[in-house]
């Protein structure tokens, strides 16, 4: 069973920074596109962030200038660096794989990020 773990979300003011990580786990042959979502309470859930395995990277509007996500060489870690963090930026974290050929993603449980004002 592939499993994707989140780690690195906290507590932090705005204006501070937090860098997120996500390690992909288990029988995986192949992963292509990696991707940071995050969902507030009564919200859905959005893209953040999200990076193709030749390296085409897309950004949510509200996050461009701020994120960075970015992957290891061997594709199986994900990163997203957060600075200049807002309030807005308060929510559950996650990432999110296509492995094996699979034309649908799998998802981590998430990591909490809360940006206090």
């Known amino acids: 069973q592939v499993r994707l773990v989140e780690s690195g979300g906290g507590l932090v003011q705005a204006g501070g920074s937090l860098r997120l990580s996500c390690a992909a786990s288990g029988s995986i042959f192949r992963v292509s596109e990696m991707g940071w979502y995050r969902q507030a309470p009564g919200k859905q859930r959005e893209l953040v962030a999200r990076i193709s395995s030749a390296g085409i990277i897309n950004y949510a509007d509200s996050v461009k200038g701020r994120f960075t996500i970015n992957r290891d060489n061997a594709g199986n870690t994900l990163y997203l660096q957060m600075n200049s963090l807002k309030p807005e930026d308060t929510a559950v974290y996650y990432c999110?794989?296509?492995?094996?050929?699979?034309?649908?993603?799998?998802w981590g449980q998430g990591t909490q990020v809360t940006v206090s004002s």
């Open positions: 999110n794989a296509l492995v094996n050929g699979r034309n649908f993603p799998i």
